[in-house]
């Protein structure tokens, strides 16, 4: 997926510049990176803030249109004014397609409710990770990584070993050696009502099976007196 966005030589700094900035429908940034000094920029509030609330666009390779250049760039960092939906400011890093990168990618958990855990024992699937920090060539970058949950079952647990990683790509452990990304538990209100019902069950069997030694002895009386 190829995504652009625009941004804007920013020719002042400091707090007070950056709040004129935001006061007029602006977020301050930078990029930096490369070979090139770190540049401050300038982007539109508001189509940056629409653009962050694509997934895509926090783990992919974009394009930024920057002085009639483009520059391939990652999303870095991200700072929001802590009850407002503002952006404070913004960090790209250049990208050099030689060099590796280490990125955070998105898991997309797929086949959960076909899963024997979910369709048989009405077990709840715990996303354990929702990413996975990855090393690749730009090149190689995948949007996401699918996680197939379709032969789950109850009491187990998918490892990263199990997922069909993108040819390129290496999971980034930081000590791990197969950390678990889901699995799947019976909730405590499910079991406690089978055992219930067993209880119940059984309970219903139990007079059953004493009225039967009763019922013989009656046939026998009954026998004699013939």
Do not use: W
Not at 166 to 176: D, I, L, Q, Y
């Amino acid at each position: 997926m190829n995504i652009e966005f625009t941004a804007f030589a920013r020719n002042t700094e400091g707090r007070g510049a950056s709040r004129r900035m935001r006061r007029a429908g602006k977020a301050p940034g930078i990029v930096y990176g490369g070979t090139a000094k770190p540049t401050p920029i300038e982007l539109d509030h508001n189509a940056l803030f629409h653009a962050l609330r694509n997934e895509a666009f926090h783990s992919s390779i974009l394009t930024m249109k920057l002085d009639g250049s483009a520059t391939k760039v990652l999303l870095r960092d991200v700072q929001m004014h802590p009850f407002r939906n503002e952006i404070l400011h913004v960090d790209f890093q250049r990208i050099d397609e030689n060099r590796k990168i280490h990125m955070k990618v998105p898991l997309h958990f797929v086949n959960e409710a076909v899963s024997p855990a979910v369709k048989l024992s009405g077990a709840i699937v715990s996303h354990v990770v929702p990413e996975l920090d990855v090393t690749c060539l730009p090149k190689d970058l995948p949007e996401f990584i699918e996680v197939d949950l379709s032969a789950l079952d109850v009491g187990k647990s998918v490892h990263v070993s199990e997922l069909k990683m993108p040819a390129g790509v290496t999971v980034v452990s930081h000590g791990k050696l197969d950390p678990v990304v889901a699995t799947a538990v019976v909730p405590r209100g499910n079991v406690e009502a089978e055992e219930a019902a067993g209880a119940e069950g059984a309970a219903a069997a139990a007079p059953a099976e004493e009225a039967k030694p009763a019922a013989a002895k009656e046939e026998k009386k009954d026998d004699k007196k013939k």
